[in-house]
Each structure stands twice: as structure tokens, then as C-alpha cells.
Nanobody, 123 residues
Framework: QVQLVESGGGLVQAGGSLRLSCAAS????????LAWFRQAPGKEQEFVAG????????YYADSVKGRFTISRDTAKNTVYLQMNSLKPEDTAVYYC????????????????WGQGTQVTVSS
């Protein structure tokens, strides 16, 4: 089992940047693939980005490509989401999620979740 704790959310103006962190702990952390999802009010969970730990491959939703970057710090067991050129439509609660055996764009494929961190982008 793996425990996930997000941090780094906040309020930012459109065009600004934020970096989210997801600190992971638990057994065999390196075997888990981690992703970021987000959920805006009244909407379903949306896949944002994912990082396959074992093959060092990244995945992005079309809506964030070129603006967001997912990365890792193996020594700190932490995955980051660098968000640049933020838009009001990026406003959501952002969640870190973990699973084994590859990245999926479906939120219900992930058994492990953090508590979420709020990102608000003002226009």
C-alpha cells in the first residue's frame, strides 16, 4: 500500500504558475505509477498527467500539453506537477493517484489517492 499527500495548491492569477507536490510513502514505492487528476465543481474527475515510474514515460491530457510538466524526485519519493500559463479553466481540486502496472486515464483504475489540493486561477 502507498500513502499520498499533496501540497502546493493556492490562488494565482491567469498566466501564473504553481508547482504541486505529491509525497509518497509506503511499501515498494518505485513499483507504483503516479498520476494527477483534477475535479472542478460539478464535473467528473479529469486525467491531467501521469508518470510511469518503471519506464520513465510521461502522459498528458491535451488540455495541459505544453503548459504542465510532471516530474519526479526519486530520493524524496515525490512527484511534481509544474503548472505554467494557468487559465481560469484550470481551477479545480487536484489529486495525486497511484496504481501499479501502468498509467491509465480512468480515475477508477487507481486504488490510492491523496486528499487533494485546491488550485484557483483568477481571471
Amino acid at each position: 500500500q502507498v500513502q499520498l499527500v499533496e501540497s502546493g495548491g493556492g490562488l494565482v492569477q491567469a498566466g501564473g504558475s504553481l508547482r504541486l507536490s505529491c509525497a509518497a510513502s509506503g511499501r515498494t514505492f518505485s513499483t507504483y505509477d503516479l498520476a494527477w487528476f483534477r475535479q472542478a465543481p460539478g464535473k467528473e474527475q479529469e486525467f491531467v498527467a501521469g508518470l510511469s515510474w518503471s519506464v520513465d514515460t510521461t502522459y498528458y491530457a491535451d488540455s495541459v500539453k505544453g503548459r504542465f510538466t510532471i516530474s519526479r524526485d526519486t530520493a524524496k519519493n515525490t512527484v511534481y506537477l509544474q503548472m505554467n500559463s494557468l487559465k481560469p479553466e484550470d481551477t479545480a481540486v487536484y489529486y495525486c493517484a497511484g496504481k501499479m502496472f501502468g498509467i491509465s486515464g480512468r480515475f477508477n483504475d487507481y486504488p490510492y489517492w491523496g486528499q487533494g489540493t485546491q488550485v484557483t486561477v483568477s481571471s
